[in-house]
């Protein structure tokens, strides 16, 4: 089992920046891909960004791309979003993921946080 718990959620005005934090405990982490999803008012759950156990390959969902940046550091089994440039229609639960592969982080398999609210006002 791999527990994950975001933080770093919160308020912030349209243009702004946030970081959220992914800390995962239990099974070696730095084995696992992750990633995040979010979920806006009304809206279906949507990929966000994915990194892979390495680190070395990132990707993302075409309405964060060149906004948002995901990046790890192993050693503290934490996974990071940065956010910037944020739009009112960031607004969302913003969920951790983790799953043995890109493809199944992609696919939302496997391991889930409880989510952080970020919320962006214009």
């Known amino acids: 089992q791999v527990q994950l718990v975001e933080s770093g959620g919160g308020v912030v005005q349209a243009g702004g920046s946030l970081r959220l934090s992914c800390a995962a405990s239990?099974?070696?982490?730095?084995?696992?891909?992750m990633g995040w999803f979010r979920q806006g008012p009304g809206k279906e759950r949507a990929f966000v960004a994915a990194?892979?156990?390495?680190?070395?390959?990132?990707y993302y969902g075409d309405s964060v791309k060149g906004r948002f940046t995901i990046s790890r550091v192993n050693a503290k089994n934490t996974v990071y979003l940065q956010m910037n440039s944020l739009k009112p229609e960031d607004t969302a639960v913003y969920y951790c993921?983790?799953?043995?592969?890109?493809?199944?982080?992609?696919?939302?398999?496997?391991?889930w946080g409880q989510g952080t609210q970020v919320t962006v006002s214009s």
């Open positions: 239990g099974r070696t982490c730095s084995n696992y891909a």
């Open positions: 993921t983790a799953a043995s592969t890109v493809r199944d982080v992609k696919r939302g398999d496997d391991y």
């Open positions: 990194i892979s156990w390495s680190g070395g390959s990132t």
